[in-house]
């Protein structure tokens, strides 16, 4: 399976942003998802998942109420939803997948067998 993040770019403090992670080579059913960011200097950090059929995890507490993570089967796409964005929301964003995690690794990028590039979201003060 191929991933294809995208829906990157730049936005103000406050702002919304939609990105988008393409299935391709086999359909997203059976996958668990994951999206994870890293800033420069800083960790590969989770952000929000969603582990086949449907329950979620966020990662840390800045982040809930803010991001929310949704699929479309019919598109074959799953999506990560930012709201009221903030400065510190800066980095690069990277979608996951396995078809073997449990609830528990949603968590863990070592956990996911497969990666998409990454897509950059800058945000503005």
């Known amino acids: 399976v191929q991933l294809q993040a995208s829906g990157g770019g730049l936005v103000q403090a406050g702002g919304s942003l939609r990105l988008s992670c393409v299935f391709s080579g086999s359909t997203l059913s059976g996958y668990s998802v994951g999206w994870f960011r890293q800033a420069p200097g800083k960790e590969r950090e989770f952000v929000v998942g969603i582990r086949w059929p449907g329950s979620t995890a966020t990662g840390e507490d800045s982040l809930k109420g803010r991001f929310t993570i949704s699929r479309d089967r019919t598109k074959n796409t799953v999506y990560l939803q930012m709201n009221s964005l903030k400065p510190e929301d800066t980095a690069v964003y990277y979608c996951?997948?396995?078809?073997?995690?449990?609830?528990?690794?949603?968590?863990?990028?070592?956990?996911?067998?497969?990666w998409g590039q990454g897509t950059q979201v800058t945000v503005s003060s």
């Open positions: 996951a997948a396995s078809s073997r995690i449990i609830y528990s690794q949603l968590g863990v990028a070592s956990a996911y067998e497969h």
